[in-house]
């Protein structure tokens, strides 16, 4: 059972930068994409940007596409959402989310994964 460990919310002012983490227990067998996935109050859960964890190719949603970067590091078991050029509308519960296959098919859909973390907010004021 794979667990997954969000840190790095927090509350910043519009134009400003965070960093995201998400620490996995284990590197299970099979599961090679890492997505990032958020939810603001009263919408529906929204794919962020994914990463494979073999091969580092990323996916991003086009509403962050230039501003959020995902990154990771195999060694800690670590994958990064670094977020810049924050917008009210980013406020939301980031959640980081693990998936078996390393390909992007589906790869926006909540249902392709199979485990996720707890969540850290964000909010940023205007």
């Known amino acids: 059972q794979v667990q997954l460990v969000e840190s790095g919310g927090g509350l910043v002012q519009a134009g400003g930068s965070l960093r995201l983490s998400c620490v996995a227990s284990e590197r299970a067998d099979g599961v090679d994409l890492m997505g990032w996935f958020r939810q603001a109050p009263g919408k529906e859960r929204e794919f962020v940007g994914a990463?494979?964890?073999?091969?580092?190719?990323?996916l991003y949603a086009d509403s962050v596409s230039g501003r959020f970067t995902i990154s990771r590091d195999n060694a800690k078991n670590t994958v990064y959402l670094q977020m810049n050029s924050l917008k009210p509308e980013d406020t939301a519960v980031y959640y980081c989310?693990?998936?078996?296959?390393?390909?992007?098919?589906?790869?926006?859909?909540?249902?392709?994964?199979?485990?996720w973390g707890q969540g850290t907010q964000v909010t940023v004021s205007s």
């Open positions: 989310a693990a998936a078996r296959g390393a390909y992007f098919y589906l790869v926006r859909a909540a249902s392709r994964y199979a485990y």
């Open positions: 990463v494979k964890w073999s091969e580092g190719g990323t």
